[in-house]
């Protein structure tokens, strides 16, 4: 079946570091990649996301390429806030390969910046 | 549109009571998934809808844990009776279609006792 697996964390790094979260997925067909974020006490909201080989999503400073070649869609981000301290969570959707229609998640990254 | 509205935002509740979660999906939204979160496991898709009819339930973890949707705007998750081990976060999130993002609400934290 369809598994997203990503860092758990926690990851912590000072103001303005450079990020990467590291995301690989395996999927019987062709997915959507998705990064959800989490801040304490919230719901999901979607950050990025990309659908289909070497689609870069981008949104406030972070980015992730879809590469197909390494199944693979790492999160960065140039220089980290303090307000960037959240979950975060790699995420797939694969009903081209006959896959559920819903979202298949990793477990999340906890990323803490410190000032 | 103000989103998934999902209530109540926090439950304790003793040991065999029943519980019921409330979830309202964007509107024009034809998909309602129902998700939970704990430490342990992760995000676990409990079950989801198309068009109000329960498509794939294998996530549902016993028959104490029950869905519906009786029309496109509104969906419940029942617990009955309640287990200590279902103290978790339960999510609400609808999507447009099929692939695309989904949605989730501020979720319900769920406690018992």
């Known amino acids: 079946g369809d598994s997203v697996t990503q860092m758990e964390g926690p990851v912590t790094l000072s103001e303005e570091a450079f990020l990467t979260i590291n995301c690989t997925y395996t999927a019987t067909g062709y997915p959507s990649l998705f990064w959800y974020v989490q801040y304490p006490g919230e719901g999901l909201q979607l950050l990025l996301k990309?659908?289909?080989?070497?689609d870069k999503g981008s949104n406030k400073g972070f980015e992730a390429t879809y590469r197909k070649e390494t199944t693979s869609f790492h999160l960065e981000k140039g220089s980290v806030q303090v307000s960037d301290s959240a979950v975060y969570f790699c995420a797939l959707s694969d009903r081209s390969g006959g896959g559920a229609d819903g979202l298949t998640f990793g477990k999340g990254t906890h990323l803490i910046i410190q000032p | 549109d103000a989103g998934v509205i999902q209530s109540p935002r926090h439950e304790v509740t003793e040991m065999g009571q029943e519980v019921t979660l409330r979830c309202k999906p964007i509107?024009?939204?034809?998909?309602l998934f129902w998700y939970r979160q704990t430490m342990m496991r992760g995000l676990e898709l409990l079950i989801y809808?198309?068009?109000?009819?329960?498509?794939?339930d294998s996530g549902m973890p016993e028959d104490r844990f029950s869905a519906k949707m009786p029309n496109a705007s509104f969906s419940t998750l029942k617990i009955q009776p309640s287990e200590p081990r279902d103290s978790a976060v339960y999510f609400c999130a609808s999507s447009f279609q099929v692939g695309t993002e989904a949605f989730f609400g501020q979720g319900t934290r769920l406690t018992v006792v």
């Open positions: 809808f198309n068009n109000n009819v329960p498509i794939d």
């Open positions: 990309a659908t289909k080989a070497d």
């Open positions: 509107s024009g939204h034809d998909y």
